[in-house]
């Protein structure tokens, strides 16, 4: 699969909405009630964390790529 500056952005982007959503306010009060939401929470906030270490390692990438072929 080749990697594009849309697709990362997008990844980072979805990350980002991710892991706020994974902190959303009040949600740790009632995750020891639910066994599923509190399983889901994880993750919501590994899978969030993921896409935005992809996003950004790809952009970081392809900007070095760039950079070097313009110089």
Do not use: N
């Not at 909405?17 to 919501?44: K, M, N, Q, R």
């Amino acid at each position: 699969m080749k990697r594009t500056v849309g697709q990362a952005t997008l990844c980072a982007y979805i990350g980002i909405v991710l892991l706020l959503a994974g902190f959303f306010p009040g949600l740790p009060d009632t995750l020891p009630d639910y066994e599923l939401i509190h399983s889901a929470w994880h993750v919501l906030v590994f899978v969030g964390a993921a896409l935005l270490v992809y996003g950004l390692e790809t952009l970081r990438l392809l900007a070095r790529r760039h950079r070097r072929m313009t110089s």
